[in-house]
């Protein structure tokens, strides 16, 4: 079991670099100017103050959620293949140290860079909530970001998985980046397209269904790690926010398990992809 020592190296490799720290630098800075602008809403945009509490504080953070799964991408997308192409790929499979120790020691150790930056940037933007409202949920904020950090960590081991299956870092990096774009944006637009074409087929008849969904089409749509991460929040945090998917089983618990679902699914396909390529 020496991935250990793997994903010790990476983290002390990430401690040295210049772009940990900008990258460290960057998010308290984006935490904390989406804070600043939310608190400064009624002088700025004459936002009525009542509008400004806990549930929509957290809701207006909605862009950390965009931004730390390409963040968790531009982190994991090379680990392997870089160091394929480069040839150190062969030195490190020298030691006592096996492909998969390779894939999940990357893993372990990206995740931890990804983390730790999150870490502190939302850590930094606790001490804003707890003077900005008189009340706030210390569980829901930690939720929050148990939310987010199981979102970018889910993105990890699909970026190590893509990087470990490619034997170039601009396939590795379209491959990723075709992820995210299908997963963030077009997912749900994919779910009703086959639920339209699935009413074709039964009715004889294009229909475009709002509400009212059957059951997989529910399932479908929780299944986009982005998706489930909204799950969670909403269970956890945003409780006073309707949505049209608030179906009974989509709780947090069921979010988690898709987020996790996603981060061991995409270790094992890397796992066996990169045992089976010939180096």
């Given at each position: 079991?020496?991935?250990?020592?793997i994903?010790?190296?990476?983290?002390?490799?990430?401690a040295?670099?210049?772009?940990?720290?900008?990258?460290?630098?960057?998010?308290?800075?984006?935490a904390?100017?989406?804070?600043?602008?939310?608190?400064?809403a009624?002088?700025?945009?004459?936002?009525?103050?009542?509008?400004?509490?806990?549930?929509?504080?957290?809701?207006?953070?909605?862009?950390?959620?965009?931004?730390?799964?390409?963040?968790?991408?531009?982190?994991?997308?090379k680990?392997i293949?870089?160091?394929r192409?480069?040839?150190?790929?062969a030195?490190?499979?020298?030691?006592?140290?096996?492909?998969?120790?390779?894939?999940?020691?990357k893993?372990?150790?990206?995740?931890?860079?990804l983390?730790?930056?999150?870490?502190?940037a939302f850590?930094?933007?606790f001490?804003?909530v707890?003077?900005?409202?008189?009340?706030?949920?210390?569980?829901?904020?930690?939720?929050?970001?148990?939310?987010?950090?199981?979102?970018?960590?889910?993105?990890?081991?699909?970026?190590?998985?893509v990087?470990?299956s490619?034997?170039?870092?601009?396939?590795?990096?379209?491959?990723?980046?075709?992820y995210?774009?299908?997963?963030?944006?077009?997912?749900?637009?994919l779910?009703?397209?086959?639920?339209?074409?699935?009413a074709?087929?039964?009715?004889?008849?294009?229909?475009?269904?709002?509400?009212?969904?059957p059951?997989?089409v529910?399932v479908?749509?929780?299944?986009s790690p982005?998706?489930?991460?909204?799950?969670?929040?909403?269970?956890?945090?945003l409780t006073?926010?309707?949505?049209?998917?608030a179906?009974?089983?989509?709780?947090?618990?069921t979010?988690g398990v898709v987020?996790?679902?996603?981060?061991?699914?995409?270790?094992?396909?890397?796992?066996?992809r990169?045992?089976?390529v010939?180096?």
């Amino acid at each position: 079991m020496s991935w250990q020592i793997i994903a010790r190296k990476e983290v002390q490799d990430a401690a040295r670099s210049r772009v940990l720290h900008a990258l460290t630098g960057a998010m308290v800075l984006i935490a904390l100017a989406l804070m600043g602008v939310y608190v400064g809403a009624p002088r700025l945009f004459g936002t009525p103050a009542s509008n400004l509490t806990f549930q929509n504080f957290v809701a207006s953070l909605g862009p950390a959620s965009a931004f730390v799964p390409i963040l968790a991408a531009m982190l994991g997308y090379k680990a392997i293949v870089g160091e394929r192409e480069s040839g150190s790929l062969a030195l490190l499979l020298s030691q006592p140290h096996s492909r998969d120790d390779v894939v999940i020691g990357k893993f372990v150790g990206r995740a931890v860079v990804l983390a730790v930056p999150i870490a502190l940037a939302f850590a930094a933007g606790f001490g804003v909530v707890a003077v900005a409202f008189d009340a706030y949920s210390i569980a829901g904020y930690v939720g929050f970001l148990g939310a987010l950090l199981l979102v970018g960590i889910a993105y990890v081991a699909i970026a190590i998985a893509v990087s470990a299956s490619t034997g170039s870092t601009t396939k590795a990096a379209a491959g990723v980046l075709a992820y995210y774009l299908v997963f963030k944006w077009l997912w749900g637009a994919l779910v009703l397209a086959t639920n339209a074409v699935r009413a074709r087929l039964a009715t004889g008849e294009w229909v475009v269904q709002i509400g009212g969904f059957p059951e997989w089409v529910s399932v479908m749509f929780m299944l986009s790690p982005h998706n489930a991460y909204q799950i969670v929040l909403r269970d956890v945090v945003l409780t006073e926010y309707s949505v049209w998917y608030a179906e009974p089983y989509m709780t947090a618990w069921t979010g988690g398990v898709v987020l996790a679902l996603w981060t061991v699914g995409a270790l094992t396909i890397g796992l066996w992809r990169f045992d089976a390529v010939d180096l």
